[in-house]
């Protein structure tokens, strides 16, 4: 069964960091193109980051030299690390194995000014 769990979200000062994690099962994290979303109270969710199985990564340009896609082959695990947050980051964090459309449960983080 094809599983994702994310953790690490939590609440954070605006400037600080966060580094998110999304543990798969049932598939190799290597093999698939995983993804980061989020979703802001009141608004739709919205890409932010994609990680090949080659290696390659792009970002939304919202976070791009801030955020950080990342994986662990060794331990099935996609991160995100998050540098110099914001408020604006506030939102619930989604991973997803985009071949799939597999999606994590999300997890919240608040970055407060």
């Known amino acids: 069964q094809v599983q994702l769990v994310e953790s690490g979200g939590g609440l954070v000062q605006s400037g600080g960091s966060l580094r998110l994690t999304c543990a798969g099962s049932?598939?190799?994290?290597?093999?698939?193109?995983m993804t980061w979303h989020r979703q802001a109270p009141g608004k739709a969710r919205e890409w932010i980051a994609t990680?090949?199985?080659?290696?390659?990564?792009f970002y939304d340009d919202s976070v791009k030299g801030r955020f950080t896609i990342s994986r662990d082959d060794a331990k099935n695990t996609l991160y995100l690390q998050m540098n110099s947050l914001k408020p604006e980051d506030t939102a619930v964090y989604y991973c997803?194995?985009?071949?799939?459309?597999?999606w994590g449960q999300g997890t919240q983080v608040t970055v407060s000014s």
């Open positions: 049932g598939f190799p994290v290597s093999d698939e193109i």
């Open positions: 997803q194995n985009h071949d799939s459309n597999t």
């Open positions: 990680l090949f199985p080659g290696g390659a990564t």
